[in-house]
């Protein structure tokens, strides 16, 4: 068993399960480096849905979320060098809680030669760790900072090892804005939530990144009644109508009232 390893800027968190990857071939040209797949604790590996076409080089895809389900984002790694990984969920850094951009100064797990980790939740301290789970976005953790930026998106930046010296950056604190602009969408959609706390070892080592990523994936969680309307999966429609008050007749064909006209009436 190997131990997690913690960084800052340049040094990086190993999780505590570690086994041998199986390569496996992409029908793509441009092979990743890392591999990264959403795998529930109930369902297993998530189905991803690619929206990928061959010429594009950043790689997109949709999985389906379910209410209050725990998940692991499981990363493997195919080359024969060790890698520093960016890892965001909603659009924040999984082991700082900060904003990410997936840049080379952010906080990053390692993945030794032909490995492959799991990772379970937020990272809140050496030791411990908080689960992942899809929840709806307004009690999401992100929510809980005011961002909205990246809801319902896992995102990964791999980067390569540069042997050179580098200062370590100093530290910009995290501020809660709960007065932030929230959500817009009037559509229930999925975020990931801070989930019960799990005893997970971790220590420091010294990796220092090259400044652009090599590759970048992202995977786009969403319930099953958004994936049916984008055509992403297809559904077959569950509503049953009422024989004796259809819906789309209400107004005999004219144009309906609307809200406030009819509060008017009444």
Not at 46 to 66: F, G, P, V
Not at 100 to 125: C, H, K
Request: glycine content about 6%; proline content about 3%.
């Amino acid at each position: 068993m190997t131990s997690m390893r913690a960084i800052h800027a340049f040094a990086v968190i190993l999780t505590l399960m570690v086994v041998p990857v199986q390569a496996v071939a992409r029908k793509y040209s441009n092979v990743p480096v890392v591999d990264m797949e959403i795998v529930s604790d109930r369902r297993g590996p998530l189905r991803e849905y690619s929206t990928r076409s061959e010429h594009d080089t950043i790689q997109r895809s949709y999985i389906m979320a379910k209410n209050d389900e725990r998940y692991r984002i499981k990363v493997s790694n195919r080359s024969n060098r060790r890698v520093g990984l960016v890892i965001a969920v909603d659009g924040r850094n999984i082991i700082s809680g900060k904003k990410s951009y997936l840049q080379s100064d952010e906080r990053m797990y390692l993945l030794e030669p032909f490995q492959t980790q799991e990772i379970e939740g937020w990272r809140t301290g050496r030791n411990r760790t908080h689960r992942f789970y899809f929840t709806d976005m307004d009690e999401s953790y992100s929510a809980d900072w005011g961002d909205y930026s990246a809801m319902g998106v896992v995102a990964l930046a791999v980067f390569s090892e540069r042997h050179q010296r580098v200062n370590r950056p100093g530290y910009n604190g995290m501020k809660r804005n709960k007065m932030a602009a929230g959500s817009k969408s009037l559509q229930r959609e999925p975020g990931t939530g801070f989930g019960e706390q799990q005893w997970s070892p971790s220590r420091e080592v010294r990796f220092v990144a090259e400044k652009r990523a090599s590759s970048k994936e992202f995977i786009k969680y969403e319930y099953r009644s958004t994936l049916c309307q984008r055509g992403i999966v297809r559904c077959r429609e569950n509503h049953r109508k009422n024989r004796f008050w259809d819906e789309d007749e209400r107004n005999y064909g004219y144009a309906p009232f609307p809200s406030w006209y009819l509060n008017l009436r009444f």
